[in-house]
């Protein structure tokens, strides 16, 4: 079992920036990608942002030239660091990491979730 911790969210002002972490553990044998999708009240989820095991980035329209996905050193940890945030941007983030898992072969796909976390953004 893939366990995903999510940190950082809040509240800003238009403008202002934020970041968000996420750390994935457990018997991971191999990440294909990690991303952010978030939620707003009423709203389906949405992808913001994904990386795959290559680095390859994909971004959503709306956020695009605003934020910015990586991965930490050890490929389990993926950030997302969020500038000039708009009050549409306000929502649920949710971290994703999608892989194999399992120490035994074959090892068994995964698709796992964070338990979310908000970042308000105040016109």
């Known amino acids: 079992q893939v366990q995903l911790v999510e940190s950082g969210g809040g ?3 238009a403008g202002g920036s934020l970041s968000l972490s996420c750390e994935a553990s457990g018997n991971i044998y ?4 990690m991303g952010w999708y978030r939620q707003a009240p009423g709203k389906q989820r949405e992808l913001v942002a994904d990386i795959n095991s290559g680095g390859a980035t994909n971004y959503a329209d709306s956020v695009k030239g605003r934020f910015t996905i990586s991965r930490g050193n050890d490929k389990n940890t993926v950030y997302l660091q969020m500038y000039s ?3 549409e941007d306000t929502a649920v983030y949710y971290c994703n990491c999608r892989g194999y898992a ?6 068994s796909l995964f698709d796992s979730w964070g338990q979310g976390t908000q970042v308000t953004v105040s016109s």
């Open 11 to 13: 509240l800003v002002q």
């Open 30 to 33: 191999m990440i294909v990608a």
């Open 85 to 87: 945030l708009k009050p």
């Open 102 to 107: 399992g120490s035994t072969a074959p090892p």
